[in-house]
């Protein structure tokens, strides 16, 4: 991928992008979501990951949704790529997954922890909120 590749994707998934935790799976994935399918092939074809959908909304006159999607360890690696390129609030979204992710939790700790949301205490040490 080039850099001018990467900065366009960057810039997509500022916008319409999330990293998350798969549920299936339990390892990080991300998604980007749109209507305009042709910029999801485009996405997906970058991301080496696959397309989801149409996924039709129940509201009337609501354009079919698609979604580009990678997971595992190519998400990871394109997490570290995006990462540079990205806000501040996506930045810290996507360093708090990839840490939950590499976690080896007990049982009453994955009761505590709320994916995206720092509520465990060996994540709190990790990333401390800013007082600013």
Same mark, same amino acid.
């Given at each position: 991928?080039?850099?001018?590749?990467?900065?366009?994707?960057?810039?997509?998934?500022?916008?319409?992008?999330?990293?998350?935790?798969?549920?299936?799976?339990?390892?990080?994935?991300?998604?980007?979501?749109?209507?305009?399918?042709?910029?999801?092939?485009?996405?997906?074809?970058?991301?080496?990951?696959? $397309?989801?959908?149409?996924? #039709?909304?129940?509201?009337?006159?609501?354009? &079919? +949704?698609?979604? *580009?999607? =990678?997971?595992?360890?190519?998400?990871?690696?394109?997490?570290?790529?995006?990462?540079?390129?990205?806000?501040?609030?996506?930045?810290?979204? $996507?360093?708090?997954?990839? #840490?939950?992710?590499?976690?080896?939790?007990? &049982? +009453?700790?994955? *009761?505590? =922890?709320?994916?995206?949301?720092?509520?465990?205490?060996?994540?709190?040490?990790?990333?401390p909120r800013n007082s600013a």
């Amino acid at each position: 991928m080039t850099d001018v590749e990467l900065a366009w994707l960057a810039g997509l998934f500022e916008g319409e992008g999330c990293c998350r935790k798969d549920s299936r799976s339990n390892s990080p994935c991300l998604k980007i979501s749109m209507t305009d399918r042709d910029v999801i092939e485009h996405a997906a074809a970058l991301m080496d990951g696959r $397309i989801y959908g149409p996924y #039709f909304r129940k509201r009337p006159n609501r354009k &079919p +949704s698609w979604t *580009a999607y =990678v997971g595992g360890d190519q998400a990871v690696s394109l997490a570290q790529q995006l990462m540079p390129l990205l806000g501040e609030r996506r930045q810290e979204q $996507i360093k708090i997954v990839l #840490f939950k992710a590499s976690l080896r939790l007990t &049982p +009453s700790e994955k *009761a505590r =922890v709320r994916w995206g949301r720092v509520k465990c205490p060996r994540t709190i040490a990790m990333f401390p909120r800013n007082s600013a």
